[in-house]
């Protein structure tokens, strides 16, 4: 079962897995292009799958009061305002008195408050908040507010551009999955589809899977003690429906189908995009040579990933995993030969 | 010195991206200079990836983990060369260590009834489940050569009597079988904390069995010096010395090999503790090797061992948790690669490209 590319490469997941006849590989495919934030997709997850809620949360961030994907949030709406416009358009808000959604210093205060998500570790404080009165206030933003006269960082009137970039996140489904490689119950499992889901029957809450996803994905709901995350609807897929994220949106941000199929489309309309001038337009996570062998759920984004909360080159982390061993090898064999070489010695 | 280096390289990259981005926007001068360092890019400052979610108790185990180890390797050595103090308080401090190890292990799970769960599956991919094998099969051996010190203390008839015959050969066979897996033990955590997204524990990958072995080492000595009379504890200070010399030479390859990574090491909470842990190791080892004609002076050595092994885990732990907790350093490491990596696509197309022109 185990072949050339198990731990790291293009790889047909499911075939690797020991499933000889599987189906073709199911995903999504979110076009951020389109989506206009209504959060349907968050709404929807947590009917079907029966998410808890965690009562009404305001972050102050900004129009995102969700924050991250917890195991009480399976899909994430990220919302981010920027003072530029998008492609060649001109923004709505030209010579409008309007201001940004949040101030800077809000942002900062905001992202800097821990939430309460129910989960652990959820939605922690931003290290720096800084960074946030930076993301609110735009590229040049030159410290807290009151440094600098208000016409200057556009945050007040007479702002001239605005784009507003949303974007429904949820899990990959990686091709390598280092969830699913670390799990030591094996609750993590493959699906026939290709897609990775916990069963919760079997997760004993080890909490290994947190630490291991290199997107951030996987958390632990607290009092329940179990890890949790987006099972690609797999009681619905599995009798042919559409996961209800993508039933529920409104505007095909958000399109399931088979994976080869969702890439052509993807290629198809970023190109769309480029040749209608919005030169930022990029897909992310569509490459199969990719640190995690290309994702089940990939994206097309209008700004580099990091923006979004992505980080910009995910690597499985079991692509290092033979060299590890050898070097754990490398010190047990050491140890070993300290205790012998340290008893050999003829003791005076 | 370097940590500021590291900034501005950063920084500057940073801006050139935003004159590219923004078009012009940040030419006007003065305003790039003012920017706050916290300019870096991710959504609102938050993490990239998820912190570890385990309580003290794992930092905790890594420490008792490797003391049972070290002790078990120090018990079997004792054994073989005729050490019956050095081997008791071994053999002892192996089973203690184990079960404790233990309780932390079911303890930390967020569904403890469920730890049986761990024996569903081996699987080489995950370090935890190669380790809970691990952990069963040393802590069942560890348990057996422990019992069998107290084989004298059995009435000498019935069956009973039959267990204080066999038991001593059924200890010193336990004995070994524990002091075999014991380097698994002690080094098989640092893949552990490797094989995860954290930054600073993954690109540690080289240097983190070093130091687990080197601390299991003198931790385990360090019971030696404690427990011992100085006509035994010759093998447990070279044993101190050289462990401490391991944990010492591999602790500083994390704090200075690892660029940006290794800063997480240096600073806040977990530079604190790996500093504590330097000035213990080096005390330890100073008392092991200056202290052969004094109990005392050997106990305290030992002590401080035992310390420096709970500082340098605890550090460790500590600085693996900052570096997922600050997007910093899952953002900008991943950027300098992707962008190595797109520099080397375009000097191989633009060679591709002189060649194919140069044909005719």
Redesign the interface.
Known sequence: MVGTNS?YGPLDPARDAGYPDAPARMGFFTDTSVCIGCKACEVACKEWNQVPGTGLDLLG??FDNT??LTANSWRHV?F?EQP?PIGQQSSPFVDTPTGPSVSAAA?AI???TKVDTGT??G??????????A???AG?????MPG?QPPGRTGSANGRTDVRWLMMSDVCKHCTHA?CL???????LFRTEFGTVVIQED???????C???????????REG????WKCTLCYDRIGVGKTPACAQACPTESIQYGALDELRERAQRRVERLHAGGVVEARLYGDDPNDGVGGDGAFFLLLD?P?????????VV??R??P???R??????????A??????I?R?? | MSERSERTIWLSSAAGK?RR??DG??E?GG?QA?????????????????????RREIPSYLFTGGLAAGAA??AA??D??GRPALRRAGRLTALGAIGVSGYFLIN?????A??H??L??A???????MG?WVVAGFGSAAGVAAVSEFASRLPGRDALGLARQGLPLAGRVAGFAAAGL???L???T??LL?????PSW?EA??H???V??GS??ASGAGVGLIAAPLAES???R??AV??AA?DLAGSHRLESRLGLLSEPYRVGRAGKLLRAGRILSVTGMLGALLGRRSRLASALSGIALLAASVATRFGIYEGGVAS?????Y??TP??Q??EQ?AVRVDHQERHVGSTSSSAP
């Open positions: 731990l961030m900004s924050g991250a990220a981010v530029r942002a905001g992202a800097g652990k570790p939605v922690p404080p931003a290290i720096e908040p800084d960074s946030a930076w993301m609110a590229p040049e933003f030159p410290g440094s280092a490689d670390v799990c030591p119950t094996g609750s079997i997760c004993n809450g080890c909490g290994y947190i630490p291991a996803c290199p997107y951030g994905v996987i958390d632990q329940d003690g179990r890890a580099e990091e923006v979004y909360g992505l980080p910009p080159d995910p982390t079991t290092d995993l060299k590890m061993w070097r754990a090898g490398l010190a047990a064999v050491t140890m070993a300290a205790v012998l070489a340290a008893f010695r003791s005076p | 935003g981005g923004h926007r940040g006007g305003e003012t920017v706050p360092s916290a300019e870096f890019r991710s959504y609102y400052g938050r993490p990239i990836i998820k912190a570890p979610v385990w390797l120090l050595a004792a073989l060369t930390d799970l967020g569904r403890p469920r730890f769960h761990m569903r599956v699987k080489p991919t995950s370090p935890m489940s809970t014991a380097p698994a002690a080094t098989y640092a893949v490797a094989d995860t997204a954290v993954h990958y080289a983190l069995p070093h687990f072995a299991a080492l010759g093998p447990a070279r044993l050289a462990g391991l997922a907790r600050d997007p910093k899952t953002v991943q950027r690669r992707r990596a």
